[in-house]
């Protein structure tokens, strides 16, 4: 699996860079989510080493889940975050795999992890996440004709990804959760001084 052989330095550092950006842009929209719809518990898909837990700890949160499929993520997230984090759960885990053995919660973010799966079959997982009246965040990058999927930078690890990566259009997403049972509230773009543009959709289950 191709985010198995990254190294979470080099995706944080490249996701962090000036010229990318993305980092800062998740951690704020999960801070937002959480907010906007006042989520007592929420779980973070592709959490990484917990981009954005830091603005968690200070909201009236009772649960935070993160989850990725990398096992070396999930431990720096835990050493970094376990003690500042209330109720923090961690799991490495697979969202194209059913069943997640994980009780579901108000709020679901996946920031940029569609681009990664089958999304079927992820949309499938993450409506088992969901509790009675929860809401689903998705973000997506947005194709585009002039800019490459993964932004040039210094760590070519990084690299390896645009040949896994599969960029979607809001509306085959949509379709997509509508199957899972997902209904969508709303859409928004985002656009990145990169240029690069991004989709915000928020589902209901």
């Keep these: 699996m191709t985010w198995l052989g990254i190294p979470l330095s080099d995706y944080e550092q490249h996701m962090s860079l000036p010229s ?10 999960l801070a937002a989510a959480v907010a906007a719809h006042a ?19 200070s909201l009236p949160l009772e649960r935070v889940v993160g ?8 431990e720096a997230a835990r050493s970094r975050h376990a003690r500042v984090v209330r109720g923090l759960e961690l799991h490495a885990a697979d969202i194209e795999s059913a069943p997640l053995e994980i009780a579901p ?7 940029l992890v569609l681009e990664y ?4 079959r992820a949309m499938h997982a993450l409506r088992a996440l969901c509790a009675v009246g929860a809401h689903l965040v998705c973000l997506l990058q ?15 690890s990084l690299q390896v990804l645009g040949d896994a990566m599969r960029l979607h259009q809001p ?6 959760g509508a199957a899972a049972g997902f209904t969508l509230e709303s859409e928004r773009r985002i656009v990145l001084p990169s240029g690069k543009e991004f989709s915000v959709l928020t589902f209901a289950p």
């Design 142 to 156: 947005l194709p585009s004709r002039s800019l490459p999927a993964v932004s040039d930078s210094p760590y070519a």
């Design 171 to 176: 509306a085959a997403v949509t379709e997509i």
């Design 20 to 29: 990318v950006g993305q980092a800062q842009m998740l951690a704020s929209e």
């Design 117 to 120: 799966v089958d999304v079927a």
């Design 39 to 57: 989520a007592r518990s929420v779980a973070v898909v592709g959490c990484a080493g917990g981009n954005g837990f830091e603005r968690l700890a």
């Design 105 to 111: 919660v108000d709020l679901v973010f996946a920031g």
């Design 67 to 74: 989850i990725d499929i990398n096992p070396a993520f999930i």
